[in-house]
């Protein structure tokens, strides 16, 4: 069982900095694939970024992709989503979550673990 927790959500102004961070604890966590998704009010959640179990492979949406930089610290088992640049099309509830392994990286891969989500809200 792998059990996630985001932080770090809150109100920042247009053109502004946020970083998201998640704690992760249970299972080995360099093990798992690690991902950042987001959800507006009615919408399905979509993918913003992945990072491969080992850390060395990243996928972002064409969306975020220049402004979002996911990384982790797997001596704290902490996955982060820094987020620069930010504009009101990004406020969302972002939701951290982890893949197996098993599971060949990829944008499309399946999430076996989801956290409670943050919010973030960007406005001027």
């Known amino acids: 069982q792998v059990r996630l927790a985001e932080s770090g959500g809150t109100w920042v102004q247009t053109g502004g900095s946020l970083r998201l961070s998640c704690a992760v604890s249970?299972?080995?966590?360099?093990?798992?694939?690690m991902g950042w998704f987001r959800q507006y009010p009615g919408k399905e959640r979509e993918f913003v970024a992945a990072l491969s179990a080992r850390g060395a492979v990243t996928r972002y949406d064409d969306s975020v992709q220049g402004r979002f930089t996911i990384s982790r610290d797997i001596g704290e088992d902490i996955v982060y989503l820094q987020m620069n640049s930010l504009k009101p099309a990004d406020t969302a509830v972002y939701y951290c979550a982890a893949a197996s392994p098993l599971f060949a990286f990829s944008v499309a891969m399946p999430y076996d673990y989801w956290g409670q989500g943050t919010q973030v809200t960007v406005s001027s």
């Open positions: 249970g299972r080995e966590f360099s093990a798992y694939h």
